[in-house]
């Protein structure tokens, strides 16, 4: 790596192609990102002295390839959304030279071409110094070619968008006035470049250490370049459009890729990462793997079955209005065990009408604990863990009873419970009561579409704390307390298209004016249509009547107690950890029995301590993880300090940095018996340096 603070003009005008590799984000500068560039080239432009602005870093790698007689190319690993602003901003220059020549004496628009747009020499695309992706490449090239054209530069709908308004903008700012203040400005500018050499750097580093001042990447930004800067250069375009341009496209116009990483990770480690912390675990999870190309197809695949459940895309019209209609309840939390169900769709372990059940069933769950005031944050680990306590077998039943035997605080509540709180909980302020109002009218013509888009919330008892004499009236001497209580109850509360026709309204007015209530042909009107007057007696009849239907629409499970004391035990059973828990140990049983029984020789004070991620050795506290793998070796990790363990063999990685357990150091791999005796020499020094800090 050599690194070097560079003038910025000087650098773009080196005989070679800057290029933006295809995975890389595209162009996403904003007009007040260019507007600040400007406004510094501007006052960094008016000085007579020596001062200069400083614009970031520029990291590239160099291509070990390269040869005399062909334009060279650097890939751009960082600081593409300054040197492409840059570039249009000259590119909007040279064109405003052209047309306001400044004399013959002065810089003119073909120097800007030649210097810093185009390598005068080359042909083809390699006559471009920066070559960028897709969109953004052809539309700074129909710029870059307008400049020697003497056709009307014109944009339309296949160009960059960003590119097309950040050029207009520049074109719009640059006057007579100001014209020579940002030449001089723009020779003003340096960076520090940051030169990588192929197969001995590792740039992904270099990028996350960079502190840039441009556009903050999300965690599935990071995961991309780092996932494909693990693959050669010439393998990287094939990957990409393959693997990941699918659920990049997929997840286009959304906030979900970030969080769709997180329950992937959530899924294949059972723990649940922080949103802040997903990239790490993501590294950490492809260390232990070890495999990118499998990890990157198994990711892919898992980005389709998250695409069905978040987003209801299946061939299936069943199957997307189940997950359509349990998407109204934002109930994200449950993704993790949902992507699993519907892999095992997809896999034919299970029948649509399992898939579709189990949706069913969640959304009850989700739903009556909603009612009852029960958060639904405090489901994400139970969501996590969920999958693996089912039998494949008969997975509906036993979700079922799984659910049942919940503890307390995450309870499926029972219809009573549901019951008391549906009539009587203010409703009309839960962001769900449009969900709620439209389930209960579609259960009883299911076959009839209603937009629900079209209608509102209707108090028909009016929200209004000074409500009219005929309220007062009809509501009884009781009327204030009546009001206070029930107004926003469900028995108070319908659908209606005519909201604002109906407001404040009496009651005989809003039954029999036009389209009023006795005109509507919705179910949750036809009660109030029929009734004399509208008290608190009518308010707590409509009310049994929905609660009823309501238990009828997300009902409680019938699962008998044999079945329940059933998996109750079964989970008591799997709550005590044993080596059997461990699937992959089968691979290497032989070689773990022989490791463990060295291990265990150390001292009497160390003891076999089993999680559900790894298998540890304590003595207080552990010091030595183990976490066997699908190709029968045995990954170790060490708690002391990587530099302080003698390996002369070098086999040991230094992963501190990820953080694993808050203490994890040191880590290698055992494949054969061969490696035992290495192996407890290094685990040994673990062991010694617990116990003298424990000293």
């Not at 480690?269 to 990118?292: A, C």
């Not at 307390?481 to 028995?491: E, M, N, P, R, V």
């Not at 055992?670 to 116990?691: C, E, G, H």
Request: aromatic share 12%.
């Amino acid at each position: 790596m050599d690194a070097k603070q560079i003038n910025l003009l000087k650098f773009m005008q080196a005989d070679y192609q800057l290029y933006i590799p295809i995975f890389q984000r595209k162009y996403s500068w904003n007009i007040s990102q260019c507007n600040q560039l400007f406004n510094d080239i501007l006052t960094v432009g008016r000085l007579n002295d020596n001062t200069t602005h400083f614009i970031g870093s520029v990291v590239y790698m160099r291509n070990n390839s390269d040869f005399a007689d062909v334009i060279t190319q650097r890939m751009i690993i960082d600081g593409q959304q300054r040197l492409t602003t840059v570039t249009i901003l000259i590119s909007a220059l040279a064109l405003y030279l052209k047309e306001h020549p400044l004399g013959e004496d002065k810089l003119n628009y073909t120097d800007l071409l030649v210097y810093y747009l185009t390598n005068s020499h080359a042909h083809g695309e390699n006559k471009y110094k920066l070559i960028l992706t897709n969109k953004d490449k052809d539309t700074i090239i129909k710029i870059i070619d307008n400049i020697s054209s003497s056709d009307v530069l014109t944009f339309n709908l296949n160009d960059s968008k960003k590119i097309k308004d950040n050029f207009t903008f520049f074109r719009n700012n640059i006057t007579k006035d100001n014209v020579k203040i940002i030449l001089n400005g723009l020779k003003r500018l340096n960076i520090i470049q940051i030169s990588l050499e192929q197969y001995r750097d590792n740039p992904q580093l270099i990028y996350e250490s960079l502190n840039s001042t441009g556009l903050e990447l999300t965690k599935s930004d990071l995961i991309r370049n780092y996932v494909l800067m693990s693959f050669p250069p010439e393998e990287q375009d094939e990957i990409y459009n393959k693997y990941w341009v699918s659920m990049e496209k997929g997840f286009e116009g959304t906030n979900f890729f970030d969080k769709f990483i997180r329950d992937y990770l959530t899924v294949k480690t059972n723990h649940i990462p922080g949103m802040g912390n997903v990239y790490n675990e993501f590294k950490s999870y492809n260390y232990e793997q070890d495999d990118m190309l499998n990890l990157l197809k198994d990711l892919n695949n898992y980005s389709k079955y998250y695409f069905a459940v978040a987003f209801g895309k299946d061939e299936e019209p069943e199957i997307q209005d189940a997950l359509k209609e349990f998407n109204q309840l934002k109930a994200q939390v449950s993704y993790p065990f949902l992507l699993e169900v519907y892999k095992d769709y997809t896999e034919l372990k299970i029948t649509k009408n399992d898939l579709i059940t189990v949706i069913k069933l969640i959304e009850s769950y989700i739903f009556r604990r909603l009612i009852c005031g029960l958060p639904t944050s405090s489901l994400s680990k139970p969501f996590a863990s969920l999958y693996k306590s089912l039998n494949p077998d008969d997975i509906v039943t036993s979700l079922e009873a799984q659910l049942l035997l919940m503890d307390a605080g995450k309870r499926f509540p029972e219809n009573n419970e549901v019951k008391t709180n549906f009539k009587k909980r203010d409703l009309y302020h839960s962001k769900n009561i449009l969900y709620l109002l439209s389930n209960l009218e579609s259960y009883k013509h299911p076959k009839n579409y209603l937009n629900f888009s079209n209608y509102t919330i209707e108090h028909i008892m009016p929200q209004n704390q000074n409500i009219s004499d005929e309220w007062k009236e009809s509501l009884g001497e009781n009327y204030e307390a009546i009001h206070d209580k029930y107004i926003h109850t469900i028995g108070n509360l319908t659908l209606t298209a005519y909201n604002s026709s109906l407001s404040d309204s009496s009651f005989k007015h809003k039954q029999n004016m036009e389209n009023g209530f006795k005109d509507s042909p919705l179910f949750l009107n036809h009660y109030i249509a029929q009734v004399d007057d509208w008290n608190e007696e009518e308010i707590k009849q409509r009310a049994e009547t929905l609660s009823n239907l309501a238990l009828e629409i997300w009902p409680y499970p019938k699962v008998n107690e044999e079945t329940l004391k059933k998996y109750s035990k079964k989970n008591k059973e799997n709550n005590k950890l044993t080596l059997d828990n461990y699937p992959r140990l089968e691979f290497s049983r032989n070689l773990f029995n022989t490791l463990n029984k060295e291990i265990l020789s150390l001292g009497k004070d160390v003891k076999l301590n089993l999680t559900k991620s790894y298998i540890s050795y304590k003595i207080t506290s552990n010091f030595v993880y183990i976490k066997p793998q699908s190709d029968s070796s045995l990954l170790v990790h060490l708690i002391k300090p990587f530099d302080t363990i003698e390996d002369p063999k070098k086999i040991g990685k230094d992963i501190t940095k990820f953080n694993l357990n808050g203490n994890i150091t040191f880590s290698f791999r055992i494949y054969s018996l061969n490696d035992i005796d290495y192996a407890m020499s290094l685990i040994k020094q673990s062991y010694d340096y617990l116990k003298s800090v424990k000293k």
